[in-house]
């Protein structure tokens, strides 16, 4: 037997040993899903609220699944350099993001739709690969130990570096007079990035606001902040 068709059977016995509840569990994650539900969507779901003895068969599945994919190695290799190049990108994240999008599509694979297996992954790769780097895009977006445009000094070094040891354009002064422009919710929003303990939770509970308005207050100020610093002529 096949480690994909071990996967299917081992999965196949963890559906069966589903309670009501379960199931129940299922159904409902499956309506907040946008879109048509799928197979592929009901086993994602099945991932989620499995436990016990159920939970159990399928972790053993998915080593058969990985294990499934591993049969694949040099063709996701292959898909990962391409993509590494398409999105200039990192190739370890890459590769990592391909191996994860063909464990996706292992569990939605049918052979007897007639399709090869690498050409029924290659979307599923494709997907997880631009997504993976529009995730680290975003982190980089918000994150202050990177450089600010062309130069050696990180964002965060900016809030407590000499003046005397930056360029004229990354002055201090210039960094404060930045901050000023912004308002106080929005400077509030940036600490979460300097201290750790402040969390966007706790910055949102302060402001009677959501995390998730913080996050995108955040994202702005971040913006508003590089769009000035990496500008010479804006002050």
């Given at each position: 037997?096949?480690?994909?068709?071990?996967?299917?059977?081992?999965?196949?016995?963890?559906?069966?040993?589903?309670?009501?509840?379960?199931?129940?569990?299922?159904?409902?994650?499956?309506?907040?899903?946008?879109?048509?539900?799928?197979?592929?969507?009901?086993?994602?779901?099945?991932?989620?609220?499995?436990?016990?003895?159920?939970?159990?068969?399928?972790?053993?599945?998915?080593?058969?699944?990985?294990?499934?994919?591993?049969?694949?190695?040099?063709?996701?290799?292959?898909?990962?350099?391409?993509?590494?190049?398409?999105?200039?990108?990192?190739?370890?994240?890459?590769?990592?993001?391909?191996?994860?999008?063909?464990?996706?599509?292992?569990?939605?694979?049918?052979?007897?739709?007639?399709?090869?297996?690498?050409?029924?992954?290659?979307?599923?790769?494709?997907?997880?690969?631009?997504?993976?780097?529009?995730?680290?895009?975003?982190?980089?977006?918000?994150?202050?130990?990177?450089?600010?445009?062309?130069?050696?000094?990180?964002?965060?070094?900016?809030?407590?570096?000499?003046?005397?040891?930056?360029?004229?354009?990354?002055?201090?002064?210039?960094?404060?007079?930045?901050?000023?422009?912004?308002?106080?919710?929005?400077?509030?929003?940036?600490?979460?990035?300097?201290?750790?303990?402040?969390?966007?939770?706790?910055?949102?509970?302060?402001?009677?606001?959501?995390?998730?308005r913080v996050r995108q207050i955040q994202v702005r100020a971040v913006k508003k902040l590089r769009e000035t610093l990496e500008n010479p002529l804006a002050y």
């Amino acid at each position: 037997m096949t480690p994909f068709d071990r996967a299917r059977t081992l999965e196949a016995e963890a559906i069966a040993r589903l309670t009501q509840s379960e199931l129940l569990a299922i159904d409902a994650i499956i309506c907040r899903t946008p879109g048509k539900p799928s197979t592929g969507a009901w086993k994602d779901a099945l991932r989620r609220v499995a436990t016990g003895p159920t939970a159990a068969l399928l972790a053993e599945a998915d080593r058969h699944y990985w294990a499934f994919v591993a049969g694949h190695s040099a063709w996701i290799r292959r898909r990962a350099q391409y993509h590494c190049a398409r999105l200039r990108h990192d190739f370890g994240d890459m590769l990592q993001a391909a191996r994860l999008g063909a464990f996706r599509a292992a569990l939605r694979f049918d052979p007897q739709n007639g399709a090869k297996f690498t050409t029924f992954a290659d979307d599923w790769v494709r997907v997880t690969c631009d997504r993976t780097r529009q995730r680290d895009h975003q982190r980089r977006a918000l994150s202050l130990d990177v450089p600010i445009g062309d130069s050696d000094i990180l964002w965060g070094d900016q809030l407590e570096a000499p003046t005397e040891e930056l360029p004229d354009h990354l002055a201090t002064p210039r960094l404060r007079a930045a901050l000023d422009a912004l308002t106080p919710v929005e400077r509030a929003s940036l600490s979460n990035l300097m201290d750790e303990d402040l969390t966007l939770a706790v910055v949102g509970s302060h402001w009677g606001i959501s995390r998730e308005r913080v996050r995108q207050i955040q994202v702005r100020a971040v913006k508003k902040l590089r769009e000035t610093l990496e500008n010479p002529l804006a002050y």
